[in-house]
């Protein structure tokens, strides 16, 4: 994704590495992420408190909520990651072979790097692809995290594939895409930041030796750490908007959101 002065790359790799790359990523950080999305999503009491006094509590509290045993706790901490385990491949692969597709069209012949604001096109478009993907993943996978805060004593706690259906017969396959341009807005924000600041951060790290001009692994895991670390703070805000306005099933005293600007303000 650095330096590239052709479209000569396979996309088989991308998409192999890309895919591997999300499952173990998605299995190592959910708990965190649904910790995240909890947070994001707290409610507020009638006496004004929040409902998590913060990350430590409310890791505590999802733990403790999960079951009576400790097998059941830590399925409860991976509740909902079979969609996103399912769908991350081809949302990795969309938005990584997109990338280096409009790359190697926006680039000039003779150029050994995109400018950054035809860097940021290529990855704002590469955004704009893998929502296809990404809106129903996310939808899902926050209706299943979100069941352990709003969940109420005896209700049934539905599957993925029981709450995909319920969806469809309700909206139709537009029921899967609810949240779509706060996604849009969040994700294309994301790529705009993330695929050139990333390009430029591994263009300065060391070369690898056999003559491939690649960098070397731990240039790369720098800039993508980095990059990665820094779009996220960025976009935080309109991730907090697309969880909230994407949570079907509100608890007492929570609000309906009209759109992006009723959920900011």
Same mark, same amino acid.
Do not use: H
């Given at each position: ?19 591997? #790359?999300g499952i173990i990523g998605v299995s190592c950080v959910f708990p965190i992420d649904l910790v995240k999305t909890r947070l994001q999503n707290q409610a507020v009491g009638a006496d004004g408190k929040l409902q998590? =006094? &913060?990350?430590? $509590?409310? !890791? ?6 999960? /079951?009576?045993?400790?097998? #059941? ?6 509740? /909902?990651? !079979? ?6 491949? @081809? ?8 990338? $280096? ?8 012949? &003779? ?10 096109? !290529? ?12 809106? @129903? ?8 995290? $979100?069941? *352990? ?25 537009? &029921?899967?895409?609810?949240?779509? =341009?706060?996604?849009? #807005? ?9 695929? @050139? ?8 790290? @060391? ?11 731990? &240039?790369?895991?720098?800039? *993508?750490?980095? =990059?990665?670390?820094?779009? =996220? ?5 309109? $991730? ?20 992006? #600007?009723?959920?900011?303000?």
């Amino acid at each position: 994704m650095g330096s590239q002065t052709n479209q000569n790359f396979s996309y088989l790799p991308k998409i192999l590495n890309g895919g591997l #790359a999300g499952i173990i990523g998605v299995s190592c950080v959910f708990p965190i992420d649904l910790v995240k999305t909890r947070l994001q999503n707290q409610a507020v009491g009638a006496d004004g408190k929040l409902q998590y =006094s &913060g990350i430590v $509590d409310c !890791a505590k509290k999802t733990w403790s909520e999960g /079951g009576a045993t400790s097998l #059941a706790k830590m399925r409860g901490m991976y509740s /909902g990651s !079979a969609v996103n385990i399912l769908l991350i491949t @081809p949302e990795k692969a969309i938005k990584l072979v997109a990338n $280096d597709f409009f790359r190697g069209k926006l680039i000039k012949e &003779g150029e050994k790097q995109l400018s950054v604001q035809r860097g940021m096109l !290529a990855g704002g478009l590469a955004g704009m692809f893998q929502i296809s993907v990404t809106t @129903p993943m996310e939808l899902l996978k926050i209706q299943m995290q $979100d069941q *352990g805060r709003t969940l109420q004593k005896n209700q049934k706690r539905l599957s993925a594939t029981e709450l995909t259906m319920k969806l469809i017969r309700e909206n139709g396959i537009g &029921g899967l895409y609810k949240g779509l =341009s706060s996604t849009l #807005a969040r994700d294309v924000t994301f790529s705009v930041i993330y695929f @050139p600041l990333f390009a430029y951060l591994d263009s300065l790290a @060391p070369r690898k030796k056999d003559g491939s001009g690649d960098a070397v692994f731990y &240039g790369s895991f720098l800039a *993508g750490l980095s =990059s990665g670390a820094l779009s =996220s703070f960025c976009v935080t805000p309109l $991730d907090v908007i697309k969880t909230r306005m994407q949570t079907m099933n509100k608890g007492a005293n929570e609000v309906v959101y009209k759109n992006i #600007a009723d959920a900011f303000v």
